[in-house]
């Protein structure tokens, strides 16, 4: 069988899958990101760096981050 996958044009009435990373949104996201930096809870992947990842992106962050809070810290 042959699938075919191809991109949607975002809209406000569709399922926002991805980040849309315009002026208004990254300013919004540092906002939250500054709020985020000053709290003991440390998070990380799609939702709290607001960036496309695919599977292996984000495995490399998650790698990467913990690595900068645990190893290098310590
Ligand atoms: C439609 C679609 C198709 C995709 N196809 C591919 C593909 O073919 N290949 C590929 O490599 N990648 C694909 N991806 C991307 C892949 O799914 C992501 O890269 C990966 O899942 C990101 O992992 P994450 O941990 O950042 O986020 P997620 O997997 O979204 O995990 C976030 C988790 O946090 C939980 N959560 C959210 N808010 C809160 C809260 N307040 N408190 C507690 N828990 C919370 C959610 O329930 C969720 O379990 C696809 C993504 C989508 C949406």
């Keep these: ?3 075919k996958e ?3 044009e975002a809209s406000s ?3 926002p899958y ?3 990373n315009d002026t208004k949104n ?3 996201f540092k906002t939250y990101q500054d709020m985020a930096e000053k709290e003991t809870i440390k998070s990380g992947g799609r939702l ?3 960036k496309y990842y695919g599977m292996h992106q984000v495995i490399v962050a ?3 981050k913990t690595k900068k ?3 290098e810290k310590s």
């Design 26 to 28: 990254t300013a919004l």
């Design 1 to 3: 069988m042959l699938t």
């Design 48 to 50: 709290a760096e607001y």
């Design 69 to 71: 809070l645990f190893i």
């Design 13 to 15: 009435k569709k399922e």
């Design 62 to 64: 998650a790698l990467s």
């Design 6 to 8: 191809y991109p949607l």
């Design 18 to 20: 991805y980040p849309i």
